[in-house]
């Protein structure tokens, strides 16, 4: 099988082991087709150890075939508790970065559908009011982040407006001073060539 460049195979099997006192002498089961197998490992073992040594077979045809296996897709994580595990803690640290760094609640208040910060909650549990808290998921975390900057954004905008109007408001008095500043030097030049001409005639 080839998906996006990558060649793997898939295998199925039905597991179907022998020795049953009752009922058919062969029935499905994937634990106990291991042990007629020989597989004596316990728990998780049984099936890691036929993994493996269903791995190493496939390793030898492929290479008495001239095909190398190449690992790919693989990571240190041992078991699924190890990756929960790891998960969690990502979780927790990305939870406190959205508190400390973005002010975000760390309490949601069911009655009153409010949230509420650290220090607000810790007021509140000083004076109990029958109030029902909880933390807040970190899906309520970024949904309030979200909220808030498009919030602040908002109020950009709207303040943006006024002053827009201000400064078109100033760019008309400043063309009024100008427009009344040429009319003063043109009044002025008039003036002065009067004088001038008035200083010709006396002399």
Not at 147 to 171: F, G, H, V
Request: hydrophobic share 30%; net charge negative; charged share 35%.
């Amino acid at each position: 099988m080839d998906e996006a460049g990558a060649p793997h195979a898939h295998f199925n099997l039905v597991p179907v082991a022998e020795g049953y006192q009752k009922g058919l002498e062969k029935q499905p089961s994937f634990k106990k087709a291991l042990q007629n197998e020989g597989y004596k490992e316990k728990g998780r073992g049984q099936l890691k150890a036929f993994r493996d040594k269903e791995i190493h077979c496939l390793e030898e045809k492929l290479q008495s075939l001239g095909i190398e296996r190449q690992t790919v897709g693989t990571n240190d994580i041992k078991d699924m508790h190890e990756y929960k595990e790891m998960v969690s803690q990502a979780s927790k640290a990305l939870d406190q970065n959205l508190i400390l760094e973005y002010k975000a609640p760390a309490y949601f208040e069911e009655t009153r559908q409010e949230f509420y910060t650290t220090e607000e909650y810790l007021g509140a549990l000083e004076y109990p009011t029958g109030e029902k808290f909880r933390e807040t998921t970190v899906q309520e975390k970024l949904d309030w982040i979200k909220a808030k900057q498009l919030d602040e954004l908002t109020q950009l905008e709207a303040s943006r407006t006024p002053l827009e109007d201000d400064i078109r408001n100033l760019t008309e008095v400043l063309k009024e001073k100008y427009d009344e500043l040429s009319r003063i030097d043109s009044k002025t030049s008039e003036r002065l060539s009067e004088l001038s001409e008035a200083e010709k005639y006396i002399n």
